[in-house]
């Protein structure tokens, strides 16, 4: 879970310094993060990032403000 929280983190900084498109791989302490391509709808911008640790795969989406970059929601899915 942490890992993969670290990834939405990461991809919130990238985007509070300029465009930011997502797609790529992430190393977070020890594992490995995925973010994947960012979605825009309207005022809000989706990020979804996957990790798994051992065999736990987390799966992660943060929708936010896209003006404010503040969190609307984050939910954990069991799929994208």
């Known amino acids: 879970y ?3 929280k670290g ?3 990461y991809a919130r900084l990238r985007l ?4 930011y498109a997502g797609n ?3 190393t977070v302490g020890s594992s490995t993060c ?9 005022n809000t911008t989706i990020i979804k990032s996957t990790a798994m640790v051992q065999t736990e795969t987390t799966n992660l989406k ?6 404010t970059l503040q ?3 984050l939910q954990e899915l069991s799929d994208f």
Do not use: F, M, W, Y
Not at 16 to 19: E, P
């Open 34 to 42: 995925t973010i994947l391509l960012i979605e825009t709808v309207g």
């Open 71 to 73: 969190a609307i929601s």
């Open 16 to 19: 509070a310094q300029g465009s």
């Open 7 to 9: 990834c939405l983190s």
């Open 24 to 26: 790529e791989n992430i």
């Open 2 to 4: 942490q890992s993969a």
């Open 62 to 67: 943060l929708t936010i403000d896209k003006p």
